[in-house]
T-cell receptor, first 115, second 115 residues
């Protein structure tokens, strides 16, 4: 079974600053996907970024980038130029490669962006 | 983009009654849908995987007779909470698998309150 660990329950960052959210996972699989999801107060789950395990290059999406360390089973999310709208719960998630495979979520990190 | 809806968004029911939650993929066909449960300030916990035309696969510890799942068409899955009790009060989220294995599209969630 896969496990996903997020060791930072809460974090705070000032607007325009950079923040990094940590995530580690444990799996015996070699092919998988890793995700960061954002859940704002509306509670709608929003995909932030996806990383395929077979790709060595770290994924980036505008202000969001990841540091994927496969050997260390680490998958951190960096948010640059933080905005007030980034305030949300952030969940790291794991998906085994396959047809319609289920997601395993971490416990989440609550990010507060302040003025 | 792919849209998933849930109905109702909020439901209050009395203890001992049953309540049905619908999950629809509005602009795509979803062979597989997932049902999650989220308690306040906690992560999403997968309850079951719903496959069109077949029985749902429940996660360990989830009572299949209490949480009835039906996936009768490629665009609709339903979750029925039978004989609801206050401890069933929670936020229920569905997701639908897209055409690519890594794609999952989340509904906006349903808040269930059992009095």
């Amino acid at each position: 079974a896969q496990t996903v660990t997020q060791s930072q329950p809460e974090m705070s960052v000032q607007e325009a600053e950079t923040v990094t959210l940590s995530c580690t996972y444990d799996t015996s699989e070699n092919n998988y996907y890793l995700f960061w999801y954002k859940q704002p107060p509306s509670r709608q789950m929003i995909l932030v970024i996806r990383q395929e395990a077979y790709k060595q290059q770290n994924a980036t999406e505008n202000r969001f980038s990841v540091n994927f360390q496969k050997a260390a089973k680490s998958f951190s999310l960096k948010i640059s130029d933080s905005q007030l709208g980034d305030t949300a719960m952030y969940f790291c998630a794991f998906m085994k490669t396959g047809t319609a495979s289920k997601l395993t979520f971490g416990t989440g990190t609550r990010l507060q962006v302040t003025l | 983009g792919a849209v998933v809806s849930q109905h109702p968004s909020w439901v209050i029911c009395k203890s001992g009654t049953s309540v049905k939650i619908e999950c629809r993929s509005l602009d795509f066909q979803a062979t597989t849908m997932f049902w999650y449960r989220q308690f306040p300030k906690q992560s999403l916990m997968l309850m079951a995987t719903s496959n069109e035309g077949s029985k749902a696969t429940y996660e360990q510890g989830v009572e299949k007779d209490k949480f009835l799942i039906n996936h009768a068409s490629l665009t609709l899955s339903t979750l029925t909470v039978t004989s609801a009790h206050p401890e069933d009060s929670s936020f229920y989220i569905c997701s639908a698998a897209g055409t690519r294995a890594y794609e999952q599209y989340f509904g906006p969630g349903t808040r269930l309150t059992v009095t």
